[in-house]
Every structure is written in structure tokens, then in C-alpha cells.
């Protein structure tokens, strides 16, 4: 298999069969743990300048590290759970976004594509 | 190359470049995104029962995928910013949580390893 | 002066003005920062059953008092960063929401206003 | 009755009896609704600087208003329901902090307590 996602997927399926916590993964629960991973991810940068937040310091980074981790953690569990493929996922949003953000009208922007007139 | 994350990181990469879109792209800003999207995956859960959410409609598990999609997107976007490895970093979450949450002794619990008696 | 959230206005004036820290207040972190604590609280009840969720332990219940208090205090430092009224803001939800969510069409539904047939 | 939250509480509950809504209203939901709130309140400023949050339009400070509004009427729902006093949670939580960051030692410095020297 050469797969990344898959790989880990299988690791993070038989670390909660150990430990019978698949009884808590229930989609709902999974995508409140997700959330309050990536708001503990925000909480590193929320008083940080931008500029800052490219800067860390090899400690904050290794802790930043743990959070991204923690997200992608749930991230998979919620996947594979809902029987969702997220490379095949992330595929059809980008062709969408390819779509909805055009390249010419957006450039430099970061308005909403709803904000863009003539468009839907 | 045979790693999905790798081949996804480099697509969007060109995403972002091609929209000039690198400067809206700090670490903070991308982790505020990261929680924004996670928000909007659990929107979808907010008031189902648990059990309603192992059984969504068609229609609304299409929904949820491209919030997953969106998910994975910024913290692909974020990892790769950062000069981070998602999958290094999983492997050693994985390896910390093993230490953390010995099946033995937290088998069908939820509590938190901090809750623990005789644990940091 | 009779009304609580001026009086609590005042005091966290006070309390940011003796610590210098208004230069982290802008609207951009106080919102990041709201949300962090939002999460916090949701982190409390991720794993509950929404019956357990009702029935907390009174050490835990501490806790989620203070976490109320965070979001609280974060809610009117950015309303007065805004110059907003949150009083004036909840009436005109309140009055808006009235028209959207008629009690005669979604009495016990939880159904999004949006997802009604008929309406924008 | 002088208070503004109290009389807040009261027109939530109204306007949740008229609609059934309160078997949607655990705890539980209700702080993931609340979180997806804040964050939608994050989207607004997500790709903002700092100074530019400081300067909304009005029809972008009309929009943030609301959503100053919607977390608001969560969290008095949710501290309802918990039977939780809102202004008696932001009085102990200020003394919490006045002790957690002396204002002699904190001056002009956005670090968590617990990164001070010296402290638990």
C-alpha cells in the first residue's frame, strides 16, 4: 500500500480498538474533538502578529506540530468513519474551487466568492 | 512519488500561487481558517443525536465531505508553511498517546489522561 | 447605572488598561481568542452523552462556569472594541429570527430556517 | 428587575418554549453551537489584518453585530440551562485572573501565566 492516509488509518483504527473508545466516535463527537483541536492549534497564534506566526521558536514549533497532528488525527478517524476518502474529498473541492475562484477575477483578493459579483 | 499528502501539498501550492494568494496565507491566518472550517463540519452535527449522525443522508454526507475536503486543505496549507511533516507528525502523536492512554488502564474510558491518578 | 454588561464593561477596561494589554485587543484576536474559549467549554462536554451533559458533577460544573465567564468576558471587550451594544444586538437577533423561525411552521424542528421550502 | 441579563434569559426561554426548541437545547448541543457561532464570527476577520478589523465597514459591522448577537444568546441559554449566574461567573473569574496576572508582572506582555516563572 502506498498510500500515506490509508497507513494511518489503520494505525489510528486498532489504537481505538485497544482501548474500546470506538464507542465515543460517533461522527458528532469526532467533529466536536476536531474542532477543539484546531482551536487549541489557534490558541498558539491568537495574540502572535502574522509575522510572528512565521517565526516560532523551535519549542512552539514542536508543540504546533502536536496540534496538527491531533487534527489530522480526527480527521481520519471522522473519514474513515463516515467512509469518506480524503484525497478523493479534497480532489472534487478543488476542482470546485478551481471553478468558484477563477484565477483571472480573483487574483490578490481574499474576498469571498460570494462577494464576487455575477456569480452565484 | 507515492505519497498522497505530498502530491496534494504541491496542488495546492499551485492554487494558491496562481491566485496570488500566498500573502493571506500566514500561519495565523490559515490556523483562524482551520477553525473556521472545523466549525462549519461540526455545524452539520450540532443538533442531531449521535446516533442520527452515523446515518446521514446522501445529500448531507456530500456536504460534510467537502467540509472534511476543506479541513484537510488548510492543514495541508499550514503543514506545509510550517516546513512540518503530517505524517512524521501523526507517527509521533501516535507514539505519545501510546504512552499516555496504556489500553490497559483506560480501556471504555473517555476521561482525559490528565485525569488519572498517578500520571503528569 | 443598572445595567450589568456596563458595569462588567468597565471593569475589564480596567483590568486590560492596567496590564497594557489593549495593543493585543484588536477585534482580529479578541475573536480568534473567543472562539479558542468556546471550544474550551465544548471541550468539557465532547465525550458526554447530551444526558450526561445535563447532569455534571459539581467540580465539573466549576469549571464550565468559568469557561462561560471567558466567553463572556471576550463577548464584551470585542462589543466595546466595536462600540456595539449587546443588549440592542440580541433585540434585533431576537426580532430577526421571530420572522425567520415562525413558531407555527418549526415548532420542534431543528431544521436550519434555510432549508425551508418557500423561503430565501 | 434592573438587570440586563435577566431579562435576556427570559425572552430566550420564551422564544424556545414557542418553538419546542428545548429538547434540542442540552448542554452539550448547546456549546457546539455556541463554538460554531464564535467561529463564524472568526470568519469575518479571518483574512484581515489587524488594523483592518479595527476599521469594519458598516454593512461588515452590521453582519459581525449579529454574530455578536448569536453567541450571546447561546451562552445565556446554555448558563440557564446550567443554572449558572453569568455576571456571578465574570465577578470570580476577574478575581481568578487579577491573581493569575498581578499587574506589575504581566505589564504589556501577551504570555499565558502559566509560561511565568515562579508560578503553578
Known amino acids: 500500500m ?37 482551536s487549541e492549534l489557534l490558541e498558539h497564534f491568537q495574540w502572535l502578529t502574522e509575522e510572528q506566526s512565521c517565526n516560532l521558536a523551535p ?31 479534497v480532489d472534487k473541492k478543488l476542482v470546485l474551487n478551481a471553478r468558484k475562484y477563477p484565477a483571472d477575477e480573483v487574483r490578490g483578493s481574499s474576498k469571498k466568492y460570494t462577494e464576487y459579483k455575477n456569480r452565484t
Chains 1, 2, 3, 4 share one sequence.
Do not use: G, M
Not at 20 to 27: K, L, N, V, Y
Open 59 to 89: 519549542d512552539k514549533l514542536a508543540e504546533v506540530e502536536l496540534e496538527l497532528a491531533d487534527i489530522q488525527i480526527y480527521l481520519i478517524s471522522l473519514a474513515e468513519k463516515l467512509k469518506l476518502d480524503l484525497v478523493a474529498a
Open 2 to 38: 502506498n498510500s500515506d492516509l490509508q497507513s494511518l488509518t489503520q494505525a489510528l483504527r486498532d489504537f481505538a480498538k485497544a482501548r474500546d473508545w470506538e464507542q465515543f466516535h460517533s461522527p458528532k463527537n469526532l467533529a466536536a474533538a476536531l474542532t477543539v483541536e484546531a
